[in-house]
């Protein structure tokens, strides 16, 4: 079948839009936190709202936003097929990382990432979550954690799908990760990266 670009350029926009909704900056603001942005690091993430000691505005944020990535996918999948729901899900974490309503400053899409994949490959997805929380839990480090996890997707995404369409669309999302992540390559590779919890620095 000839590739609808329309089809395409709509599923871009549904999951960009969807995944823009900066829900971790409304739930605080809700609560009467205040603005997340003016906390730890800054983003509008779940790892940032737990540092407000809510964790279960942390829960929910987590939550909300993996299911901004997952729900366009699965719409751009019934709607318009695989690609779509594939184009859908790098829309949803570029709307989550680069929000316009925000100055193109958002979260950095771990949570958007676990939504995707669950709603592209469950099993992919499952897998990102076992390697995400045995990390966390050997090492203490959520950057890390996320790094590995996605990291390791793209060859899970290709062993266990075998298309090659799908393991591309999950190494871009992993490459975009990798960046939004880069101040904290850089204090892993320093040694000086938080430890979950906020405890210790990583040795």
């Not at 594939?86 to 949570?111: E, Q």
Request: charged share 10%; hydrophobic share 55%.
């Amino acid at each position: 079948m000839p590739v609808d670009y329309l089809q395409l350029l709509m599923a871009a926009a549904l999951g960009y839009l969807a995944g823009s909704i900066p829900f971790g900056l409304i739930l605080t603001g809700a609560a009467g936190l205040g603005d997340i942005r003016a906390i730890g690091s800054g983003n509008i993430g779940a790892t940032n709202v737990l540092r407000t000691g809510n964790k279960k505005l942390a829960a929910a944020t987590l939550v909300l936003d993996a299911l901004k990535a997952a729900i366009p996918v699965h719409v751009a999948c019934y709607l318009w097929g695989e690609e779509a729901a594939m184009v859908a899900a790098a829309g949803a974490f570029l709307g989550h990382c680069f929000p316009v309503w925000l100055g193109f400053k958002g979260g950095k899409g771990v949570a958007v990432m676990i939504g995707s994949l669950l709603a592209l490959a469950w099993p992919v997805g499952l897998i990102f979550c076992a390697v995400w929380l045995l990390i966390a839990f050997a090492r203490k480090i959520s950057s890390l954690a996320a790094l590995t996890a996605s990291a390791t997707a793209p060859i899970f995404a290709y062993v266990i799908t075998g298309s090659l369409w799908l393991t591309l669309t999950i190494l871009i999302l992993a490459l975009l990760l990798f960046y939004q992540h880069r101040e904290n390559i850089a204090r892993l590779l320093n040694g000086t990266e938080s430890t979950i919890g906020g405890g210790k620095k990583a040795s």
